[in-house]
C-alpha cells in the first residue's frame, strides 16, 4: 500500500479535473456523480490503510513515498511526497468520509442552484487541498495545502458572489488568514536557518523530528509560536477567529464543510504534527492553553444571544476549537485530536441538520420565527436531538469521551492548572445551555413562522437525511474508540496515536492535588486518582444536565424568562449580541484606521516629500541657471579673453606635468 498512498489526494484532484474539463457540458447528475465519487474511493483508499495499519506492529505503521524532486536549490530539496501514519491515516478518514456526506448531501441541497457544477468543483478542489496539507511530507508541501484550503474557503464563503456580504465575506476570511499565514511562513523560514546553522539544512518532518533535539529553548519557542499564530488564524481563536461567524454567507454544506471536518481543523493538526518541537517549548503550550480556553470561554458567552441558528453553530465551533487548543496546550495531543474526530461528527451534523431546517423554513435563519418542528420533521429533530447531546457531553455520547479527557488532561497534566480546568467545564455547561436552547427553540413550542412559511414545512429528500442518519450515528457510537481506563476501557484511539505522539506530558504531583483530594475525601470517599478523576467526571456531566435544565426551564417551562431577563440586563445583553463590538473594534483600527493613516501618509507623501522634491529641484536648477546665465554677457573680447586663460592653463599644466 506505500506505493499507492498518493491515490488518497489524488482522487479528489481528479475530481475537480474532470468536472472542470467537462462541467460546462456534462449535466448535474453527472457533476454530483464524478464529485461523489472521487471522495468515496478518497475514502476507501484511506480505509484499506488503516486496515493495513491494524495489520502492522505500531512501529511499522508509517509509509511513506517519494514522487519527484520539487525544489532544488543550494541547500534546499523539497520533494513531492507523501507520508501516512497513524495521526495521518485518521485525519484522512475523518476529512473523506465525514466529507463524502457531506457530497452527497449536498446533492439535494444545492440541487436547484444555478452554480451546481461551479459548487462541486470548488468542494473537490477544497477536499483535495485539506487531503494535501494532512499528507504531505514536508512543510512546503503543508503549507501549499494551508493556502489552498484557504484559497477554497474564499470560494466556497464567496460562493454567492452576487450578495455584497457574501462577497465581504469571503474576502475577510481571505485577508484575516493571510495574517496566521504570515507568521507561519516566517516560523517555517526561521526552522529551516536555525537548522541549517546546525549542518542540517531540511524541511522534511520526519528529518525535522530527528534533529530537533539541535535546537535550544529559545529558538524553538519563538519558532513554535510563530507557527502557532497561523494556528490562530486558520482555526479561528483569539484574535484572529473574526472572519469564522461570517463564514455562515456560504451554503450550509460549506459551513459543516470547513467547520467540522477540514479547514478549521488545520491549525490543530499542524500542532499535532509538530509535537516534537511543541513539547520542547513548555511556555508555547502554555500560552496555546490559555489562548484555547479563553477563546472557549469567551465564544460560548457569544452563542447565548445570537438568533441566526447558523452564528449559534459557528460560535460553538470556535469554542470547540478552543478545548482542543487547551487539549494541545496541556501536552494531551490525542485528546485533541480524539475531539477533533468526535466533533467532526456531531458538528457536521448540526450544521447538516441546520441546512435541513433551512430546506424546511424556506431559507429562514431567525431562531424567532421558529419553533414546533419536531412533528413535521421527525428525522432532522432526532438527529439534531442526538447532535446536541454529544455536543453537551453526556455519557454515551461521543462528545462526552473526548471532552471529559481533555478536561482530566487539563487538570492533571504538568502543563495544566487549576484555572484552566474551571473555566474550561464551566464552558461546557455554557455549551449545554446554548444548544438545548437552539434546540427547543428550533423543535418546540409553537411555530413563529408566517402562514406562508408554515404551508411548506416538510422533512429532507432522502438524499439529504440518509447523511444525518449516518452522522447521527457517529455521534452516538464514535466515542467508545476512546473509552478511558477508569471506565473499563484502554482508549484505543490513545494507543493507536501513541507512536507519533510518544509518551504523554507527566501528571502533577500528589502535592498538587492537595485541595480537591481533601474536599473529595471529605465527602467519605476516597483520595486516590482513580476517584479524583471520577469526581471531576460527575462534576463535569452535573455541569451540562445544569445548563440542560436551564435550557428547559428558560425556553420551555416558562418561555417569557428570556425576555424578562433581556429587559433587566439590556446592556448586558446588547453587548453579548453585538459579539463585545470586536468586529467594530477591529474595523475602527484595522480597516478605517488605516485608511486614515493612509490617507495621512498619501498626503504626507505627495504634499511634502514627492512635490517638495521636484519643486526643490526646479528651485536648484534655477538658481544655478541664474548664477551661470550671468557669466554669458555677449561680448566677444571677454569670450576671448577667457580662451586665453584657459589655454595658458592647459599649456602650463602640460609643461609643469612632466617635472613632477
Known amino acids: 500500500m506505500a506505493d499507492y498512498i498518493w491515490l488518497i489526494p489524488f482522487f479528489p484532484a481528479a475530481g475537480f479535473i474532470i468536472n472542470s474539463a467537462i462541467g460546462s457540458r456534462a449535466s448535474k447528475t453527472s457533476v454530483a456523480w464524478v464529485a461523489c465519487l472521487a471522495l468515496f474511493l478518497a475514502f476507501l483508499s484511506s480505509a484499506a490503510v488503516f486496515y493495513e495499519f491494524l495489520q502492522l506492529p505500531a512501529t511499522a505503521r508509517v509509509f511513506e513515498k517519494d514522487i519527484y524532486t520539487w525544489i532544488a536549490s543550494g541547500e534546499l530539496n523539497v520533494n513531492i511526497g507523501f507520508r501516512l501514519d497513524a495521526l495521518s491515516v485518521i485525519m484522512c478518514l475523518v476529512v473523506t468520509g465525514v466529507g463524502f456526506l457531506i457530497h452527497v448531501y449536498s446533492v439535494g441541497y444545492m440541487h436547484g442552484d444555478p ?61 484575516v488568514n493571510r495574517v496566521g499565514d504570515f507568521g507561519f511562513l516566517i516560523g517555517v523560514f526561521f526552522l529551516f536557518i536555525s537548522l541549517g546553522a546546525q549542518g542540517v539544512w531540511t524541511l522534511n518532518i520526519a528529518e525535522i523530528g530527528q534533529n530537533a533535539h539541535l535546537l535550544n529553548g529559545a529558538v524553538v519557542t519563538v519558532i513554535t509560536l510563530l507557527l502557532f499564530v497561523g494556528a490562530v488564524g486558520k482555526s479561528a481563536q483569539i ?20 467547520h467540522a471536518a477540514t479547514m478549521v481543523t488545520a491549525g490543530v493538526y499542524m500542532i499535532a504534527r509538530l509535537n516534537f518541537l511543541y513539547s520542547m517549548a513548555p511556555d508555547t503550550l502554555y500560552v496555546i492553553a490559555v489562548i484555547g480556553v479563553l477563546t472557549a470561554f469567551f465564544a460560548a458567552s457569544i452563542g447565548f444571544a445570537q438568533y441566526d441558528i447558523k452564528k449559534v453553530l459557528a460560535y460553538s465551533t470556535i469554542s470547540q476549537l478552543g478545548f482542543m487548543f487547551v487539549a494541545m496546550g496541556v501536552g494531551a495531543y490525542a485528546a485533541g485530536i480524539f475531539h477533533l474526530m468526535t466533533h467532526a461528527f456531531f458538528k457536521g451534523l448540526l450544521f447538516l441538520g441546520a441546512g435541513s431546517v433551512m430546506h424546511a423554513m424556506s431559507g429562514e435563519l431567525d431562531l424567532r420565527k421558529m419553533g414546533g418542528l419536531r412533528k413535521k420533521t421527525p428525522i432532522t429533530y432526532w438527529t439534531f436531538f442526538i447532535a446536541c447531546l454529544a455536543i453537551a457531553g453526556i455519557p454515551g455520547f461521543s462528545g462526552f469521551f473526548s471532552k471529559d479527557e481533555i478536561l482530566w488532561k487539563a487538570f492533571s497534566s504538568s502543563h495544566g492548572d487549576v484555572w484552566i480546568w474551571l473555566l474550561g467545564a464551566a464552558t461546557a455547561g455554557m455549551t449545554a445551555f446554548y444548544m438545548f436552547r437552539l434546540f427547543f427553540g428550533t423543535f418546540h413550542g409553537e411555530c413563529r413562522a408566517s402562514e406562508e412559511v408554515k404551508h411548506h414545512i416538510h422533512e429532507s429528500p432522502r438524499v439529504m437525511t440518509i447523511p444525518l442518519m449516518i452522522l447521527a450515528f457517529l455521534s452516538l457510537v464514535g466515542g467508545y474508540v476512546g473509552i478511558p481506563h477508569l471506565l473499563g476501557g484502554e482508549n484505543a484511539i490513545e494507543k493507536f496515536l501513541a507512536p507519533v505522539f510518544g509518551p504523554e506530558a507527566p501528571m502533577k ?8 483530594r481533601s474536599a473529595w475525601a471529605s465527602s467519605g470517599a476516597a483520595g486516590h486518582d482513580g476517584s479524583l478523576e471520577l469526581a471531576l467526571m460527575v462534576a463535569s456531566v452535573l455541569i451540562a444536565l445544569l445548563g440542560i435544565t436551564l435550557a428547559y426551564i428558560f425556553y420551555i417551562k416558562n418561555p417569557s424568562l428570556p425576555q424578562r431577563f433581556i429587559e433587566r440586563y439590556a446592556g448586558l445583553f446588547r453587548w453579548v449580541h453585538n459579539k463585545y463590538f470586536v468586529d467594530e473594534f477591529y474595523d475602527f483600527i484595522f480597516v478605517r484606521g488605516l485608511l486614515k493613516l493612509g490617507g495621512i501618509l498619501l498626503k504626507v507623501a505627495d504634499g511634502w516629500i514627492i512635490e517638495g522634491a521636484v519643486n526643490g529641484t526646479a528651485a536648484v536648477v534655477k538658481r544655478a541657471g541664474d548664477r551661470l546665465r550671468k557669466m554669458e554677457t555677449g561680448y566677444v573680447q571677454e569670450y576671448a579673453f577667457a580662451i586665453i586663460v584657459g589655454a595658458i592653463i592647459v599649456v602650463g599644466y602640460l609643461v609643469v606635468r612632466p617635472i613632477f
Not at 484574535?239 to 470547513?258: C, F, K, Q
Open 115 to 175: 452554480g451546481f457544477k461551479r459548487f462541486f468543483i470548488y468542494l473537490n478542489l477544497f477536499v483535495f487541498m485539506m487531503l494535501l496539507l494532512v499528507t504531505g511530507n514536508s512543510l512546503p508541501l503543508m503549507f501549499v495545502g494551508w493556502e489552498g484550503v484557504g484559497l477554497c474557503s474564499y470560494l466556497l464563503i464567496g460562493y454567492w458572489y452576487e450578495k455584497d456580504s457574501a462577497a465581504d465575506a469571503g474576502k475577510k476570511a481571505f485577508i
Open 509 to 516: 504531583t500528589a502535592l498538587n492535588f492537595d485541595i480537591v
Open 239 to 258: 484574535p484572529l477567529y473574526v472572519w469564522l461567524p461570517d463564514a455562515m454567507e456560504g451554503p450550509t454544506p460549506v459551513s459543516s464543510l470547513i
